[in-house]
T-cell receptor, first 111, second 113 residues
Framework: SQQGEEDPQALSIQEGENATMNCSYK?????LQWYRQNSGRGLVHLIL?????REKHSGRLRVTLDTSKKSSSLLITASRAADTASYFC???????????FGKGTTLSVSS | NAGVTQTPKFQVLKTGQSMTLQCAQD?????MSWYRQDPGMGLRLIHY???????DQGEVPNGYNVSRSTTEDFPLRLLSAAPSQTSVYFC????????????FGQGTRLTVV
């Protein structure tokens, strides 16, 4: 079964606003990753946060991880139209041999 | 450096036909996986491999077969296509060990009629 579950399923904002999406997972993890998928394309890795980290930044992206709540959030600051995409969180399966993805959040940024 | 290459990009099959989706990576990655993506379902793991000669089942393996004879290639075979296998298929590879990013191919859009 799927490990991660993103929330909300869909998010619409204006350019310049911040976008926050959340991911909850079920079992202990070694690390959690976020990916972006533009329409009709493959997934692209955004950021990885390890289980012993609480926060990580990469450009306009900020990821937090709360292992006690089994949840993570992805914040995109000052959104641009080019950020329009689907965003997925992914965690290792219990054997640590494959990535398990959630259903994703579809972000729409209008200008 | 091509990364992960999937072929074909599009395919239409008749029910009962068989075919092989090709996936090749040139990064010397040990881990390779196949996913299918359906509307509202996200990506679901079909099969994966942690190295040449080693494969295992994911969440939705029925109707699919894989092999890993080389580090570079990880083909996915549909044994007898069914309309329920209409989907977009993605191949991914990761470096040795956990905690590394996955690289994805551009996908194969398969329609079974």
């Amino acid at each position: 079964s799927q490990q991660g579950e993103e929330d909300p399923q869909a998010l619409s904002i204006q350019e310049g606003e911040n976008a926050t999406m959340n991911c909850s997972y079920k079992t202990s993890i070694n690390n959690l990753q976020w990916y972006r998928q533009n329409s009709g394309r493959g997934l692209v890795h955004l950021i990885l946060i390890r289980s012993n980290e609480r926060e990580k930044h990469s450009g306009r992206l900020r990821v937090t991880l709360d292992t006690s709540k089994k949840s993570s959030s992805l914040l995109i600051t000052a959104s641009r139209a080019a950020d329009t995409a689907s965003y997925f969180c992914a965690t290792d399966d219990q054997a640590g041999t494959a990535l398990i993805f959630g259903k994703g959040t579809t972000l729409s940024v209008s200008s | 450096n091509a990364g992960v290459t999937q072929t074909p990009k599009f395919q239409v099959l008749k029910t009962g036909q068989s075919m092989t989706l090709q996936c090749a990576q040139d990064m010397n990655h040990e881990y390779m996986s196949w996913y299918r993506q359906d509307p509202g379902m996200g990506l679901r793991l079909i099969h994966y491999s942690v190295g040449a000669g080693i494969t295992d089942q994911g969440e939705v393996p029925n109707g699919y077969n894989v092999s890993r004879s080389t580090t570079e290639d990880f083909p996915l075979r549909l044994l007898s296509a069914a309309p329920s296998q209409t989907s977009v298929y993605f191949c991914a590879s990761e470096g040795t060990g956990r905690g590394t990013e996955a690289f994805f191919g551009q996908g194969t859009r398969l329609t079974v009629v």
